[in-house]
């Protein structure tokens, strides 16, 4: 989070759920875990290359294709007071 987006914060030690893609001829699996945002920086490692958004639930999830990572999205919102 920190060298991609210039956030540091806090991760949860629970996950939400995992989800799968392809990179470089492989299967890659990502466990998620909630991130509690303490402090947005303005200048960061990867801020060249990387551009950071904020999202409310809705857009959120209307602009992720991956149907795995919607219902991450989905189920952190409804379920969020468990994991912070």
Known sequence: ALEEAG???EISEHSIGSY???????I????VYPFKVEKILD???EEDFRQ???FDIDSATSSVNK???KKLLK???????NYI
């Not at 799968?20 to 492989?26: A, E, I, L």
């Not at 890659?28 to 466990?31: D, I, K, Y």
């Not at 189920?75 to 007071?81: L, Q, T």
């Open 52 to 54: 950071r958004m904020w």
């Open 7 to 9: 956030i540091i914060g």
């Open 28 to 31: 890659c699996r990502v466990e």
């Open 75 to 81: 189920k952190f919102y409804k379920n969020k007071e």
């Open 20 to 26: 799968t893609y392809n990179k470089w001829n492989s």
């Open 67 to 69: 149907k795995e990572i």
């Open 43 to 45: 200048q960061w490692l």
